[in-house]
């Protein structure tokens, strides 16, 4: 190993930096190529050693002495750290075609173990600038294969010497990003790596973008399923500039070093000793464009396998929420069952079409859970179902809040049987979820605050149980539920637990979809029509919980509104003059969610917000072609230039008429110039003045308003 580090540094020095074009295929490369991508791949060893976007001659894996091919974890029983690197395993490799690759390496070296009976055979298919990578595992092995990174890049390169690159990943309704360069800060801790490191977990999103300046890649796992955890990890060597802010060196070597940045797919397979096992594929893609391009190959793909739920019609229309807490786990009992029809009234008469009930259930909101159970001290349970009753013959939904993921470990129910269903780590240790604080400075303080174990939705006896217990809600004549936090399951992304009806470990994550479709034929056998809801869950959840709410700011990006123009998203409005969120709320096509004091005071509490709220929703409804029943496009199609700080999106009717919302977040007034190329007669409205006026495309919005610009 420490000739070969030798040697790549040696050929780094004699490489220099950024080179235009990749070099002609040598005799000992095996190359596969299309009119889109070049990849090749070393004879001896099977490293992908070049890479090149030949459209744009973006030279992707750059030095070929710094290929790798891939890396096992495969603990032993007293050393756990045993890997086998790929770099300097003998392969086989054999060209299927002008397209396709496949490597065998027969005979495996582990760092400490010595050869080790594992085999594993990769095959790569280039199809229309689509690299595909999948690969089979042969443990022959008395030991467990925890992990293969797979594909893996040695040196991952940005199109020139100063492109900025980022990685945008998706994760609570919003399109997250984070910087590999100029800068490239350590997320996992300097205490736990050798060099600075970055990863992005499939269990919140199923691809990657690594974004440049006009253009990127795209990565992909292939499975919607969601077998097990893939990570998309990114490892800056040898380390930054300086520790206080930490550039990247823009040098091919640093202190005799080489700079490189690694980029590998993680698969957390844990393949059994003896067993054989078939990797999820892996999909990598160029493309031109910023993220909208990048997000629109995982949209083709998504819409292959993504099945739509059934919605009922009201949550279709134009229309907005309530959410109100009536007790917490500090006992307050604030708000008792009957007390819940006069909010019930208060958002009949303000138009507000459903109401989002939170902490009615045994110990309020973050304690008792999973129970579904009512709580004796807010009132009965024949006065909940008799207040839901006659809230909904207001024309006001009843949307029951609940949580399923969790075991408040105070409780006795926990202590005496559901204890048996916590996931718990390798050590056997249950893991813990360290619950919310309520209202008192003493659980404010952390001092008091309810632990929760999480529990293991792989196990089918769990999703038998709480499938039991979702039956006291569904009981109660709501016309849906709302799962709160069923975005995550806190620290666990595998259970160690034995005894739960499966072969340990099982990827938690795995868990949802099963479960999701057992509440739902529970569900369906009351109503078609009950509503499944979510908190900013992943999107392949939404074939299950079609409505999905989440908080954003202003900077988020509306990626989930951009895959799908018209699933019911919900946004939270809390402020007393809360314009800004509004707007937002209109420029995205986002419902909105009204929460005066946090979700706990009345929906007539902070009156500007609520009017400006109505405003808004009657101008939807008025164009509702444009702004409800139009497609979404974030920014695309239209141009925009301002003289002060602006946002705007772009709608498209379905008869392909096309409307600007543009939103001015100050508190001036800005002058916008709307370019919709080939535009035909424009018509302009605004929350405040729905009548339409004539617009050549300048147009004055208003400080802190919108201003809708429509084809006539």
């Not at 029983?77 to 003998?90: A, E, F, H, L, V």
């Not at 999973?370 to 909904?392: E, F, M, R, Y």
């Not at 409780?411 to 005496?416: E, G, I, P, S, T």
């Not at 569900?523 to 939404?542: N, Q, T, V, Y």
């Amino acid at each position: 190993m420490k000739i070969i580090v030798q040697l790549a540094l040696a050929m780094t020095l004699l490489c220099p930096a950024f080179v235009a074009q990749a070099k002609p295929v040598a005799n000992d490369e095996i190359v596969i190529q299309d009119d889109s991508l070049l990849v090749a791949f070393d004879t001896a060893t099977g490293a992908l050693v070049r890479m090149e976007r030949k459209t744009t001659h973006w030279v992707i894996e750059r030095r070929p002495e710094l290929g790798t091919t891939f890396r096992m974890l495969v603990p032993l029983p007293n050393q756990r750290s045993n890997y086998i690197m790929g770099t300097g395993q003998p392969a086989r490799i054999e060209k299927v075609s002008g397209h396709e690759v496949r490597i065998h390496w027969d005979k495996l070296t582990s760092d400490h173990g010595g050869a080790l009976p594992i085999k594993f055979t990769g095959d790569v298919v280039l199809n229309h600038g689509q690299l595909t990578f999948s690969g089979i595992l042969e443990n022959h092995s008395a030991l467990t294969v925890e992990t293969i990174d797979y594909p893996y890049l040695g040196d991952f390169s940005r199109p020139d010497k100063t492109s900025a690159m980022q990685v945008r990943t998706m994760w609570y309704g919003n399109l997250e990003s984070a910087e590999l360069f100029p800068n490239f800060g350590n997320d996992k801790g300097y205490w736990g790596t050798f060099t600075p490191i970055k990863t992005f977990d499939t269990n919140r999103s199923l691809f990657c973008l690594i974004q440049t300046p006009g253009q990127g890649m795209y990565v992909e796992m292939q499975d919607p399923f969601q077998r097990y955890l893939l990570e998309f990890t990114f490892v800056q060597n040898p380390g930054v500039e300086q520790s206080v802010n930490a550039p990247v060196p823009q040098t091919d070597e640093i202190d005799g070093h080489p700079v490189n940045l690694e980029f590998r797919v993680c698969h957390f397979i844990f393949a059994h000793p003896h067993s054989k096992f078939s990797l999820a594929p892996v999909v990598m893609q160029c493309y031109s464009g910023d993220w909208h391009q990048g997000v629109d190959l995982y949209k083709k793909w998504r819409n292959t396998w993504f099945k739509a739920p059934h919605e009922p019609a009201w949550v279709q229309d134009v229309h907005s929420w309530f959410q109100l807490q009536i007790n917490s786990p500090e006992q307050d009992y604030r708000i008792k069952y009957k007390d819940i029809i006069q909010y019930g009234k208060e958002c009949a008469d303000n138009g507000v079409r459903a109401i989002q009930l939170v902490g009615w259930n045994e110990d309020g909101q973050d304690g008792g859970d999973p129970s579904q159970s009512t709580d004796p001290n807010l009132g009965t349970t024949q006065d909940l179902k008799d207040a839901i009753k006659k809230v909904q013959a207001m024309g006001v939904k009843m949307i029951m809040f609940g949580k399923l993921n969790w075991a408040d470990k105070t409780k006795d129910w926990y202590k005496k049987e559901l204890y048996k269903y916590a996931a718990t780590d390798p050590y056997g240790i249950p893991y813990e979820h360290g619950g919310y604080s309520y209202y008192t400075p003493t659980q404010l303080a952390g001092i008091n605050t309810r632990r929760r174990a999480v529990m293991d939705f792989v196990s089918p006896q769990y999703r038998d149980l709480i499938t039991k217990e979702f039956q006291k809600l569904l009981d109660l004549g709501g016309s849906g539920w709302l799962f709160d936090e069923n975005c995550h399951h806190g620290p666990v992304k595998y259970s160690f637990a034995t005894g739960h009806g499966y072969t340990a470990p099982g990827y938690i994550y795995g868990g949802d979809m099963p479960l999701a479709a057992q509440l739902r034929e529970a569900a369906d056998k009351i109503s078609p029509d009950f509503l499944f809801a979510g908190e900013g869950h992943m999107d392949w959840l939404m074939q299950y919980y079609s409505t999905s709410y989440f908080r954003i700011n202003g900077g988020s990006v509306p990626v989930c509104r951009y895959l799908d123009s018209h699933s019911p998203l919900i946004v939270a409005v809390n402020g007393f003059d809360d314009r800004e969120m509004l707007n937002l709320i209109l420029m995205n096509r986002y419902i909105i969610s009204y929460e005066p004091y946090n979700f706990k005071g009345h929906i007539t509490d902070f009156k500007m917000t609520l009017e400006y709220g109505k405003k808004i929703d009657a101008l939807r409804k008025r164009y509702r072609d444009y702004l409800w029943d139009g497609e979404f496009h974030d920014t695309l199609g239209a141009t925009v230039s301002a003289d002060g700080d602006h946002k705007y999106s772009v709608f498209t009717t379905p008869s392909g008429k096309r409307a600007v919302v543009l939103v001015n977040p100050v508190r001036k007034a800005v002058h916008c110039k709307v370019n919709l190329p080939n535009a035909g007669k424009l018509l302009m409205a605004s929350p405040e003045h729905h009548n339409t006026t004539a617009t050549d495309g300048n147009v004055d919005v208003p400080p802190r308003s919108a201003v809708v610009v429509m084809e006539q």
